[in-house]
């Protein structure tokens, strides 16, 4: 029977060319001279690390231009408010990796909803989704890519 999984991740090589290529421009430009202003990366959460608000925001903009060159989608990246204490700023960027249960729901109640002849069961932080027809899961797959959904999606172990 046919069927794909319904996957969110991102190339974590990737990823670390880019902070690896930020980290590289913010010690290169002229307005970071002095500073000790860098990126850090740990289990998928990036922390900009700076002396000024002003700077984080350089380092946000730098950050996500190097990401988006590298073809990682922006919609992956959660970040938070910038904590400001004393001569230091910090903001977390977290990496959003894996379609969690509610997102899940909605895939299934998409595809539910669509009334194709498709089966989607939530295999971990995976949606399996199986049908009769070739077509119909390629059906399914534009169906979900025009669905706005809030996390990019890969559509993975398309079988026959």
């Known amino acids: 029977m046919p069927s794909f999984d319904v996957v969110s991740k991102i190339d974590q090589h990737e990823l670390n060319n880019a902070l690896d290529q930020a980290n590289r421009e913010v010690g ?8 000790d202003a860098k990126y850090k990366e740990a289990d998928g959460v990036i922390t900009l690390d700076a ?6 925001q350089q380092m946000i903009d730098i ?3 190097k990401i988006s060159k590298r073809g990682i989608d922006l919609k992956a990246l959660d970040t938070a408010e910038p904590t400001v204490s004393g001569k230091r700023a910090l903001q977390k960027v977290t990496v959003k990796q894996g379609v969690d249960k ?4 909605k895939i299934v109640k998409l595809v539910k909803d669509s009334k ?3 089966q989607a069961a939530i295999q971990g932080d995976q949606v399996r989704i199986t049908g009769k027809k070739r077509d119909d899961l390629q ?3 534009a169906q979900l890519k025009k ?3 809030g996390l990019p999606l890969q ?5 026959d």
Request: glycine content about 2%.
């Open 116 to 118: 194709m002849k498709v």
């Open 139 to 141: 059906e399914a797959i």
């Open 51 to 56: 002396e000024s608000d002003f700077q984080l």
């Open 155 to 159: 559509f993975e172990n398309f079988r």
């Open 147 to 149: 669905a706005e959904l």
């Open 63 to 65: 950050l996500f231009n």
């Open 28 to 35: 290169n430009r002229f307005d970071f001279k002095g500073s």
């Open 102 to 105: 509610e997102l899940a729901k």
